[in-house]
T-cell receptor, first 114, second 109 residues
Framework: DGGITQSPKYLFRKEGQNVTLSCEQN?????MYWYRQDPGQGLRLIYY???????QKGDIAEGYSVSREKKESFPLTVTSAQKNPTAFYLC?????????????FGQGTRLTVV | QKEVEQNSGPLSVPEGAIASLNCTYS??????FFWYRQYSGKSPELIMS????GDKEDGRFTAQLNKASQYVSLLIRDSQPSDSATYLC?????????FGQGTELSVKP
């Protein structure tokens, strides 16, 4: 079955640590996205990528980094520069080639600073 | 000005009523629009997508798009308690997919 997989489901980070969230898709989608969601809030765009080896900053990129070395994978690193990283992180992929399409989401990673 | 704006609610309607959810967007170049439903602690799931002016119906749901007014809406007919969730509006343009802050809907039995 095609889909998008995020791991881990829960992640705990100590102050000053970098952590990496995994996102893998087998839908053959070119575009991939990372969003952050805080309690009672909508989705805020962190980074997005339309093709391999290329990505763009979203609205809240500071303190985060990404890579897109393979079409299937778009990992997100939360660096120590991100001062308030506790949130729900969602990865999505999107088929840009079809007009009547949708973004598919992973099940999310809940990151907590301890 | 936010790129995609929604009333945060909460919006409360009685069971069987019509729920009306609204969304405005600032980028006139936006090409496609989406309504997602999100239950607490879960990932968003697609309800409707729309890219042409006018109405699009799917079961109890109708999406309406007015590009001149930069306005997208979602109507839910015969609302059910299971429709209680947060509804997210999204706009897509040239690779960028932006979401609004969501509207919380509560359907009372």
């Amino acid at each position: 079955d095609g889909g998008i997989t995020q791991s881990p489901k829960y992640l705990f980070r100590k102050e000053g640590q970098n952590v990496t969230l995994s996102c893998e898709q087998n839908l053959n989608h070119d575009a991939m996205y990372w969003y952050r969601q805080d309690p009672g809030q909508g989705l805020r765009l962190i980074y997005y990528s339309q093709i391999v080896n290329d990505f763009q900053k979203g609205d809240i990129a500071e303190g985060y980094s990404v890579s897109r070395e393979k079409k299937e994978s778009f990992p997100l690193t939360v660096t120590s520069a991100q001062k308030n990283p506790t949130a729900f992180y969602l990865c999505a992929s999107f088929d840009r080639g079809r007009l009547n399409t949708e973004a598919f989401f992973g099940q999310g990673t809940r990151l907590t600073v301890v | 000005q936010k790129e995609v704006e929604q009333n945060s609610g909460p919006l409360s309607v009685p069971e069987g009523a019509i729920a009306s959810l609204n969304c405005t967007y600032s980028d006139r170049g936006s090409q496609s629009f989406f309504w997602y439903r999100q239950y607490s602690g879960k990932s968003p799931e697609l309800i409707m997508s729309i890219y042409s002016n006018g109405d699009k119906e799917d079961g109890r749901f109708t999406a309406q798009l007015n590009k001149a007014s930069q306005y997208v809406s979602l109507l839910i007919r015969d609302s059910q308690p299971s429709d209680s969730a947060t509804y997210l509006c999204a706009a897509y343009r040239e690779g960028k997919l932006i979401f609004g802050q969501g509207t919380e809907l509560s359907v009372k039995p």
